[in-house]
């Protein structure tokens, strides 16, 4: 249950890390029925007298923001990435990529002189987002840090925030001015954010103060009060702050997996290291259970190893151009030679991943979906959705 009061400080918090004028015009492409739209997207752009205007469908955005010149948009990961992705492929697909490289590093050793030709060097990636876009602000999940600071390089400011529904939904968001690629943001001026009992490596619960925290679950009073205590929201995630303020956040409490020698593996950190490859579209961690026998003086007893286990879900376009280009027909993905050659693809890559990994964190196991995965409204992988997956979306 949020309040009239929870929202309006929600919006004048908000205000007060990231400059909004009245003549922004924000492209809504979020639900919303979500928290986030709905305050940050449509509720705060009304606060600051700046204009929405709404993109049709997802396959639209690139008319849609020329239509509109929109100049700021609020996007999840994975349409960001996407978006970033995309740029890259366009310059590599027309052979232009070492010329865009090389106007980056100019444009990066002009800016340190106090000159950026962003616009003029890169008008065309300009253009294909409208001609007026100069903000872009991430939130639902992380994002890739090289993907902001890639879009930055490209002259378009790319920022984070963290949130929940229960905050209205602001907890935490990146100044415009000064900010972190690999953290959430900052607690916003009036707000507190703080770690509750924190381990040797500083990390625990992020627990969160202000005035837009929720009057409570409806009809739930004990459920709130598991997670408001003290004037303190509980959020659930696991992070910690670093010597600057800014909030790092390593995992969700209810999806860290602790092995058997109470060790703590944060899912979201693998996730992250298979989702740096372009190869793989969406990765979901998991941590199973495999049981052994053994046998102590004559008693046999079960041993319980966790195995960490990662579901993939690949760019076939690009893993089926790479095995062409070795000869390999792609044209029935049943077929064992097909089958096999993905395998050993994510075989070597996750090789090479588990090298720079401490042994408990390797993955020792995979799969390849066929479809992808279930998701939120929000793009975000329905974690706890059946991972047993039948021979229909195992390849």
Known sequence: MLSHHNIVYDLTEMCKMINIQPEDTFLSVLPLHHTYECTCGFLCV??????????????????DLEDSKASVMLVVPLLLETMYKK???????????????????????????????????????????GGHMRLLVSGG???????????????????????LTE????????????????????????SRLEIDEPDENGIGEIKYKGENIMLGYYNMPELTAEVIRDGWFYTGDLGY????????????KKNVIVTTNGKNIFPEELEYFLGRDARILDAMVVGENKVSSSSAGGDKSTVGETVIKAYIFPDYALVNAELEAQGI?????????????????????????????????RIHK???????FEKTTTKKIKRFVKTNLDDTDQL
Not at 167 to 190: E, H, I, M, W
Not at 241 to 252: A, Q, S
Not at 366 to 372: G, S
């Open 87 to 129: 740029i890259w492929r366009g310059a590599e697909k027309s052979g232009r990529d070492k010329t865009l490289r090389r106007a980056i590093k100019l444009n990066n050793a002009l800016k340190k002189v106090g000159v950026d030709l962003s616009r003029k060097l890169f008008a065309e990636i300009h253009k294909s987002f």
């Open 46 to 63: 009304l606060y600051r007298g700046a204009t929405v205007a709404y993109c049709e469908k997802l396959s639209t955005i690139t008319r």
């Open 167 to 190: 905050c209205a939904p602001l907890a935490a968001v990146n100044r415009d001015t000064f900010y972190n690629d690999k953290s959430a943001g900052l607690a916003t001026p009036n």
């Open 241 to 252: 702050i670093d010597e600057n303020g800014f909030l790092v956040i390593t995992g969700r």
């Open 329 to 361: 027909n792609t044209s029935d993905i049943n077929a064992p030679a097909y089958r096999d050659a993905v395998r050993a693809m994510f075989t070597s890559l996750i090789n090479e991943l588990n090298i720079n990994l401490p042994s408990y964190k």
């Open 141 to 163: 999940a992380a994002v890739d840090p090289n993907v902001l600071e890639g879009l930055r390089d490209l002259g378009f400011l790319a920022i984070q925030g963290y949130g």
């Open 366 to 372: 995979f799969i390849v979906r066929r479809n992808e």
